[in-house]
T-cell receptor, first 114, second 114 residues
Framework: DQQVKQNSPSLSVQEGRISILNCDYT??????FLWYKKYPAEGPTFLISISSIKDKNEDGRFTVFLNKSAKHLSLHIVPSQPGDSAVYFC?????????????FGDGTTLTVKP | NAGVMQNPRHLVRRRGQEARLRCSPMKGHSHVYWYRQLPEEGLKFMVYLQKENIIDESGMPKERFSAEFPKEGPSILRIQQVVRGDSAAYFC????????????FGSGTQLSVL
């Protein structure tokens, strides 16, 4: 049973436009969410996070939105740049039993075309 | 300030051999996580360790897999009697404390079982 789902394996957008990556979760115990970016042959790197007490968190070109009632979050990148082309992972964690353990989705490959 | 160091980057083993994957966390980090990524899938949690303690091993296969994080030296993920299905990328991550921390990932070890 996959508790974090990224239903779009891939997304292609034009440079300068908005990229929207989606993530759904099923475990109502999840209350902290993170996005990671991964380039080939490298490990994931942290991008942005959001606590369940918020519905939006913004950092530069990156904004994460959380809809708790729908158990849905999204990552918006605007404007998109070719260097943003990577695999994006959504991750979620619950306070118990292990607050440090994150459950990851399968990732969405973003391609930004010049 | 060195990041999370994993070695080797690539490891080739024949079926039945042992694989040892090493991870040195970032300086000052005492929490280590191991994740496995199978082809076309996301990162699956395996084990969470602190110095000399296994905190959560709920993602570890029951047989052939073990992990340790000794008082001195790197964390070791050990796979005995490897099978082809063990072929995957193994990522180590660290954090300075337990909780809602972003994880710092190494570049991973790509294990190939012939």
């Amino acid at each position: 049973d996959q508790q974090v789902k990224q239903n779009s394996p891939s997304l292609s957008v034009q440079e300068g436009r908005i990229s929207i990556l989606n993530c759904d979760y099923t475990n109502s115990m999840f209350d902290y969410f993170l996005w990671y970016k991964k380039y080939p042959a490298e490990g994931p790197t942290f991008l942005i996070s959001i606590s369940s007490i918020k519905d939006k968190n913004e950092d530069g070109r990156f904004t994460v939105f959380l809809n708790k009632s729908a158990k849905h979050l999204s990552l918006h990148i605007v404007p998109s740049q070719p260097g943003d082309s990577a695999v994006y992972f959504c991750a979620a964690s619950a306070r118990t039993p292990n607050a440090g353990k994150s459950t990851f989705g399968d990732g969405t490959t973003l391609t930004v075309k010049p | 300030n060195a990041g999370v160091m994993q070695n080797p980057r690539h490891l080739v083993r024949r079926r039945g051999q042992e694989a040892r994957l090493r991870c040195s966390p970032m300086k000052g980090h005492s929490h280590v996580y191991w994740y496995r990524q199978l082809p076309e899938e996301g990162l699956k949690f395996m084990v969470y360790l602190q110095k000399e303690n296994i905190i959560d091993e709920s993602g570890m296969p029951k047989e052939r897999f073990s992990a340790e994080f000794p008082k001195e030296g790197p964390s070791i993920l050990r796979i005995q009697q490897v099978v082809r299905g063990d072929s995957a990328a193994y990522f180590c991550a660290s954090s300075p404390r337990q909780g809602r921390e972003k994880l710092f990932f190494g570049s991973g070890t790509q294990l190939s079982v012939l």
